[in-house]
């Protein structure tokens, strides 16, 4: 039997551990599973914990039947001939810094850049414009845009948003029409062309760096429809949230923008819309940033 007790610890890690162990109340874990697989799930933990606290207890062939582990900074788990005990420390050591090491150095570096650049003039930031797209379906060379989605904050801290409508030829498919609310006769009243569309979305995007979820999907179609139209493709630096994500939240279920919007707590009010899905994106950099884990 192991019985694992988990305190203010990241959701993601709460998540993982009952692919193992049942939650039989809110931050307690049983299961039973074998020692070695017991010490590696342990060492996830530790090294995952964040700012959170975990002890582990579990059977073993000692005077009580059961040993202790603990991450708790003012205890400390002491062996008294043979006998696991819990000692109380009269005066706490320096906490160990968990967390996921990638996120760690980011913040740590963003701290000592503030640090550093104490005093000296702000360095001005850098413009970002989260883009998103809506389309036939996922081949770049026969699937076709359908919409457009992309925003930005302006100099005054306003939100700025650019959405268009693609008119195509032939028929939206009516799985499509489903996912999106684009349907042929939508594109037919309320679509401009292609090229009118790219055009416009250049000057929105300006010199800003363009930031998306799968961004490499949207930048695909991107690409081939300025080359469609004979014009230069987008230069900006490009930035791929989705891997940031994947490097500092390793335990959610799957990485679909919902599924990650909910663990950062941002609305998205109409998934499948490439100006809802812009703003949610948008929204989601941020926060990435504000934490440490994305640079721009």
């Known amino acids: 039997m192991i019985v694992i007790t988990l305190t203010k610890v990241p959701q993601s890690l709460r998540g993982d551990l009952t692919k193992w162990y049942q939650e039989i109340q809110t931050g307690v874990y049983v299961g039973n599973v074998s020692a070695r697989v017991r010490d590696l799930l342990w060492d996830r933990v530790v090294k995952n914990i964040g700012n959170g606290e975990a002890t582990m207890v579990y059977s073993t062939n000692n005077e009580l039947g059961y040993q202790m582990k603990t991450t708790r900074n003012n205890y400390q788990v002491v062996d008294y001939d043979g006998i696991p005990l819990i000692m109380h420390l009269n005066t706490v050591s320096t906490p160990a810094k968990h967390g996921f090491s990638n996120a760690s150095k980011y913040h740590r570096a963003k701290v000592m850049s503030h640090k550093v650049n104490k005093g000296l003039p702000n360095k001005p930031q850098r413009q970002i414009v989260a883009i998103d797209l809506e389309t036939t379906g996922l081949n770049v060379m026969t699937d076709k845009i359908i ?20 008119r195509i030829e032939g028929d939206v498919q009516e799985k499509i029409t489903k996912l999106t609310g684009i ?9 401009i062309e292609l090229d009118l569309a790219l055009h416009q979305l250049k000057e929105f995007v ?23 139209i004979n014009q230069p493709v987008l230069s900006n630096q490009m930035v791929d949230i989705m ?7 390793k335990f959610l279920d799957n990485y679909r923008l919902n599924t990650v919007l909910e663990e950062y707590s941002i609305k998205n009010l109409e998934p499948h819309h490439a100006l809802s899905d812009a703003q949610a994106t948008f929204e989601l950099g941020i926060k990435l940033m504000e934490k440490g884990y994305l640079l721009i």
């Open 206 to 228: 300006g010199q800003s760096v363009i930031m998306g979820y799968n961004l490499r999907f949207d930048q695909g179609f991107l690409s081939y429809g300025f080359k469609k």
């Open 183 to 191: 349907s042929s006769n939508l594109l037919t009243t309320q679509g």
């Open 243 to 249: 891997p940031v994500v994947k490097k500092s939240n």
């Open 147 to 166: 919409s457009i989605g992309a925003v930005k904050k302006n100099k005054n801290g306003k939100i700025d948003q650019f959405y268009k409508l693609i």
